[in-house]
C-alpha cells in the first residue's frame, strides 16, 4: 500500500515494472529524465551514484534497474522528496536507493569532495524571467526556472562530488550546449559522449545528453541521434523500447 496526498497518483514506469507517485500541480517527470537514466554509463555490480535535482526520484528509480549499486538523490523541495521516498518506499528498494533534503550547493561539504562515481543531474533549463513571466506554481517555477540553482552551480558541484575518472552526464536543451561544454571544461569535467534527441527527423533537436569524465582526456564521440515521434505521431521504435521495453 501507498499513501497518496492531494492530487496524486501512482504510475508505471513501464519498461521496469516499478511504480512512481506524479502530481501533475507538483512535479511529473518528463522523456529528458528517462533518456538521461538511459544514456548514462553507470557500473553494474557496485558503485556510489548520485542525482542531483532529482524531483520525484525518477532517475535514481530508473537507475535501480541497471545496477547495483548505491543510489542517492538531492532534492531541494520537501514535498517532492516525500513523494520520491514513499516511492522508494513502495518498490521496496530503501537498502539501495535513499534521498536527502537540502540545497546541492551544500552537498559537497555534507556528503564529501570526490565521493561518488557517477553523477547524474537533470537541472532547470530556462533563465529566470520577470516575475510577471514566471510560472506562479512555486513547485513547477523551481524545477524548471534558475531560480535556486543555476547551470554553473549544477557544473560546479558535480566536478566537486564526483571522483576522478568518474562521470557526470546532464540532460539540457540544445540552446544552453555551448554553456554547458565550457562550464564543464571550466570545472575539469571533459566531454566524452553526446547525443542529440529530435521530436521527429525534420524538426530541430530539443533535447541535449552529455557526459563527462573529470579530468579526462579530450576525446569527444557524437551518438547516432534519437528520434522520437515518427511521421504518424507515433514513437519510434528506439524510443518504444527505452519506455516499453522490447515487445
Known amino acids: 500500500m501507498v499513501n497518496l496526498k492531494e492530487d496524486e497518483r501512482l504510475d508505471y514506469?513501464?519498461?521496469?515494472?516499478?511504480?512512481?507517485?506524479?502530481?501533475?500541480?507538483?512535479?511529473a517527470f518528463s522523456l529528458d529524465a528517462v533518456l538521461l537514466?538511459?544514456?548514462?554509463?553507470?557500473?553494474?555490480?557496485?558503485?556510489?551514484?548520485?542525482?542531483?535535482?532529482?524531483?520525484?526520484?525518477?532517475?535514481?528509480?530508473?537507475?535501480?534497474?541497471?545496477?547495483?549499486?548505491?543510489?542517492?538523490?538531492?532534492?531541494?523541495?520537501?514535498?517532492?522528496?516525500?513523494?520520491?521516498?514513499?516511492?522508494?518506499?513502495?518498490?521496496?528498494?530503501?537498502?539501495?536507493?535513499d534521498m536527502i533534503h537540502g540545497d546541492i550547493k551544500d552537498m559537497p561539504s555534507r556528503l564529501g569532495y570526490g565521493q561518488y562515481d557517477v553523477v547524474t543531474c537533470n537541472p532547470p533549463y530556462f533563465l529566470t524571467p520577470s516575475k510577471e513571466e514566471i510560472n506562479p506554481n512555486e513547485h513547477l517555477a523551481i524545477a524548471r526556472h534558475e531560480i535556486l540553482c543555476t547551470l554553473e552551480d549544477?557544473?560546479?558541484?558535480?566536478?566537486?562530488?564526483?571522483?576522478?575518472?568518474?562521470?557526470?552526464?546532464?540532460?539540457?536543451?540544445?540552446?544552453?550546449?555551448?554553456?554547458?561544454?565550457?562550464?564543464?571544461?571550466?570545472?575539469?569535467?571533459?566531454?566524452?559522449?553526446?547525443?542529440f534527441v529530435y521530436p521527429k527527423k525534420d524538426k530541430e533537436a530539443n533535447i541535449l545528453l552529455v557526459e563527462a569524465v573529470k579530468d579526462g582526456r579530450p576525446d569527444l564521440k557524437l551518438v547516432p541521434p534519437l528520434v522520437v515521434y515518427n511521421d504518424q505521431n507515433e514513437y519510434t521504435p528506439e524510443i518504444s523500447e527505452i519506455l516499453y521495453g522490447k515487445q
Open 37 to 97: 537514466a538511459k544514456f548514462v554509463h553507470v557500473p553494474i555490480q557496485k558503485g556510489k551514484l548520485l542525482d542531483l535535482c532529482s524531483g520525484n526520484g525518477v532517475i535514481p528509480l530508473f537507475l535501480s534497474t541497471r545496477t547495483k549499486g548505491k543510489i542517492t538523490g538531492v532534492e531541494i523541495q520537501e514535498r517532492l522528496m516525500d513523494m520520491a521516498q514513499r516511492s522508494i518506499a513502495y518498490n521496496g528498494l530503501e537498502t539501495r536507493l
Open 154 to 195: 549544477a557544473v560546479r558541484v558535480s566536478s566537486q562530488l564526483v571522483r576522478q575518472g568518474g562521470k557526470v552526464a546532464f540532460v539540457h536543451r540544445p540552446g544552453r550546449f555551448i554553456d554547458l561544454i565550457a562550464l564543464m571544461r571550466h570545472y575539469r569535467l571533459e566531454p566524452k559522449r553526446i547525443q
Open 13 to 27: 514506469l513501464l519498461a521496469e515494472n516499478l511504480r512512481i507517485i506524479q502530481s501533475p500541480s507538483v512535479f
